[in-house]
């Protein structure tokens, strides 16, 4: 089945992050060092959470641009080629000689679904090319971040709140300077990797700190416990659904697109929340990313007819 090309005119989402290659494999023991290690799956896949978000995004009909750096070289014409075929904008993207594009190779276990990843930053970390920022679409109506650059991304939300964008960022996992991004975005998606590490472990008084800092909205990934939403005026909990997990890698970045795409269409957030709970769920019952993000709302809609919440 081909990906739904978005419409021309339909809403603008502008990414901004790391594009990775993600080299994806399913063994049946855990991963032993020093040893050679039998896989019976393997896939090349998009990774990165901006990127993967796009390509929900993308699939849902929504017209995307990807802002980011990859080599000119043999992963980097790869991962072109699968955003290319997702209908992902790619007129942003620079493609860099002499740079190594970010590998991601990822082992998940059959058993629980559960991975193991070894991976590369390649040099978008440390890019200082501004056409990545001046690039930004005059009409995009969001702007979703990861971080992983700290002063350009800076840099294009500053340049996303002058043009009235609404921006995002996903914290991903814990990184030097990331916590000032948050306090200049719109609104922030904070995975467990990162709230995990904070000193607060209580998320509803994670939520209320964050939102005396300037974001509308913040929002707590917590796994298979689902997620919890929080604004000025309440903060709610939204659990996950019940699955047996094949592969739980990515599950993050479904949740991350399909929330975007609840955004895009103006919903309640209790309905957007609990589509992207139930997107990410699915998409732990699935191998790869190909077959775990959605092609349409209805699969989600009837996912969520057919599944248990969690308790």
């Given at each position: 089945?081909?990906?739904?090309?978005?419409?021309?005119?339909?809403?603008?989402?502008?990414?901004?992050?790391?594009?990775?290659?993600?080299?994806?494999?399913?063994?049946?023991?855990?991963?032993?060092?020093?040893?050679?290690?039998?896989?019976?799956?393997?896939?090349?896949?998009?990774?990165?959470?901006?990127?993967?978000?796009?390509?929900?995004?993308?699939?849902?009909?929504?017209?995307?641009?990807?802002?980011?750096?990859?080599?000119?070289?043999?992963?980097?014409?790869?991962?072109?080629?699968?955003?290319?075929?997702?209908?992902?904008?790619?007129?942003?993207?620079?493609?860099?000689?002499?740079?190594?594009?970010p590998l991601s190779c990822?082992?998940?276990?059959?058993?629980?679904?559960?991975?193991?990843?070894?991976?590369?930053?390649?040099?978008?970390?440390?890019?200082?090319?501004?056409?990545?920022?001046?690039?930004?679409?005059?009409?995009?109506?969001?702007?979703?971040?990861?971080?992983?650059?700290?002063?350009?991304?800076h840099e294009i939300i500053?340049?996303?709140?002058?043009?009235?964008?609404?921006?995002?960022?996903?914290?991903?996992?814990?990184?030097?300077?990331?916590?000032?991004?948050?306090?200049?975005?719109?609104?922030?998606?904070?995975?467990?990797?990162?709230?995990?590490?904070?000193?607060?472990?209580?998320?509803?008084?994670?939520?209320?700190?964050?939102?005396?800092?300037?974001?509308?909205?913040?929002?707590?990934?917590?796994?298979?416990?689902?997620?919890?939403?929080?604004?000025?005026?309440?903060?709610?909990?939204?659990?996950?659904?019940?699955?047996?997990?094949?592969?739980?890698?990515?599950?993050?970045?479904?949740?991350?697109?399909?929330?975007m795409y609840g955004l895009?269409?103006?919903?309640?957030?209790?309905?957007?929340?609990?589509?992207?709970?139930?997107?990410?769920?699915?998409?732990?019952?699935?191998?790869?990313?190909?077959?775990?993000?959605?092609?349409?709302?209805?699969?989600?809609?009837?996912?969520?007819?057919?599944?248990?919440?969690?308790?």
């Amino acid at each position: 089945m081909q990906s739904h090309k978005p419409p021309q005119n339909s809403v603008i989402v502008s990414g901004f992050g790391s594009a990775v290659v993600d080299v994806l494999m399913m063994a049946s023991q855990p991963i032993a060092l020093q040893k050679k290690n039998l896989i019976e799956h393997q896939t090349i896949q998009i990774g990165g959470v901006i990127p993967t978000a796009l390509v929900v995004l993308s699939r849902l009909g929504i017209a995307t641009e990807l802002h980011s750096l990859v080599g000119r070289d043999t992963f980097g014409n790869i991962l072109l080629a699968l955003l290319k075929k997702e209908h992902v904008g790619l007129e942003t993207v620079i493609q860099k000689s002499g740079m190594k594009t970010p590998l991601s190779c990822v082992t998940i276990h059959k058993d629980n679904g559960q991975r193991t990843s070894f991976y590369t930053t390649g040099a978008f970390a440390k890019a200082t090319d501004r056409k990545l920022v001046a690039s930004l679409n005059p009409h995009t109506q969001f702007l979703i971040a990861d971080g992983h650059n700290n002063q350009l991304t800076h840099e294009i939300i500053q340049k996303a709140r002058s043009q009235r964008t609404f921006a995002i960022v996903d914290l991903g996992n814990a990184k030097p300077g990331i916590e000032n991004l948050a306090h200049e975005a719109d609104a922030i998606v904070i995975p467990k990797a990162y709230w995990g590490t904070l000193n607060e472990h209580n998320p509803k008084a994670i939520i209320k700190k964050f939102l005396t800092q300037g974001p509308s909205l913040v929002v707590l990934t917590m796994e298979e416990k689902g997620c919890l939403v929080g604004t000025k005026q309440s903060i709610f909990h939204q659990p996950s659904y019940s699955v047996s997990a094949v592969d739980t890698n990515g599950a993050g970045d479904v949740f991350c697109g399909t929330f975007m795409y609840g955004l895009t269409q103006s919903w309640e957030l209790s309905k957007t929340a609990r589509f992207a709970c139930a997107a990410a769920a699915r998409s732990c019952s699935i191998f790869g990313k190909d077959q775990k993000i959605p092609r349409s709302e209805e699969e989600v809609h009837t996912f969520i007819k057919s599944h248990a919440l969690l308790q």
